[in-house]
């Protein structure tokens, strides 16, 4: 089993804080961060300099496509940032404790 980081951006903290309820009560992911940022970036010929909340949520790589779905799905942006980034060295007892929150053995046998 291995573990994916998926990032994405959002314009205001309750944007990014109902994508990650809806993550954890979903059972999608085991643990989602959430900051607040600055970000530089080109958007219809212009740089623009925002403020955003990258929320970072840590996930198993097996709920992944359907985290992505749910982010895509709930987000305010008509081109969300949705990046995975995989777990290539990640301690044994944090992916023991991410696939406990994440309750894969009662997902397998369902």
């Known amino acids: 089993m291995n573990g ?3 990032i994405s951006t959002y314009p205001k903290e309750d944007d990014a804080l109902n994508t990650a ?3 954890l009560e979903q059972r999608l992911a085991a643990c989602v961060s959430i900051t607040n940022i600055r970000s530089l970036y080109w958007w219809e010929g212009k740089i623009v300099d925002d403020n ?3 929320a970072i949520f840590k996930t198993l ?3 992944v496509d359907a ?3 749910l982010i895509k799905e709930n987000h305010p942006y008509t081109v969300p940032e949705i990046v995975e980034l995989s777990m290539d060295d990640v301690s044994k007892s944090y992916l ?3 696939m406990d929150s ?3 053995s009662k997902k397998i046998i369902e």
Do not use: F, G, Q
């Open 4 to 6: 994916s980081i998926v």
């Open 21 to 23: 309820k809806k993550a």
């Open 52 to 54: 955003e909340y990258l």
């Open 61 to 63: 790589k097996s709920e």
């Open 67 to 69: 985290l992505k779905r």
């Open 96 to 98: 023991n404790w991410m």
């Open 102 to 104: 994440i309750n894969v």
